[in-house]
């Protein structure tokens, strides 16, 4: 990004028909310094068609960490995951946080094939802030699973100090 002109770099991406909000998008994304300035909340999101062998959540869904999503206030919502097979021996197919500070809501997920210890892990804490509501699962085909449902309210670790101890999690 440095050793080639903003403007040029404009013009080059006008050449591949962008819009201009989706070029500004783009350079903002390219000047950053770290991705943890990426957004990672969603909305209206399809996961369909897919087959995941994972050592971790198949589908981890989040919305950001701590203070700083809370003060920003954006959600993951409106998504639909369907006709998923997921091999995952050790965790879930289906995470929910634990980064979910801004709030998940309106989760549907249909026709999903499980290997895994748990279908749907809802991941919160002390601290987190945050909401999960109106998921709905529907044909779930389990095979090795010990919890269709799996939640844990003191799940994991803070992005930094400044965290608030009164921030609580609503499920």
Known sequence: MGKIPMEEIKKELKLVDLSNEAIEDLLQVLSMKSLTELEDSCT???????????GDDCVA???G?????IAYGMQTQQLVIRRLTCISPTTAVIALGSE???GIQD???EEVAINSK??????TGVGRGGFVKDIYVKGFTMHTMKWPFWMMGNYGSHLDDNW???AIPVI
């Open 100 to 102: 979910m500070s801004g």
């Open 44 to 54: 209206n999101t399809r996961i369909e068609d897919c087959y995941i062998v994972s």
């Open 164 to 166: 608030d101890p009164n």
């Open 61 to 63: 869904v989040k919305s």
């Open 107 to 109: 989760v549907r997920a």
């Open 65 to 69: 960490w701590d203070e700083y999503r």
């Open 118 to 123: 748990s279908g749907v892990r809802i991941k």
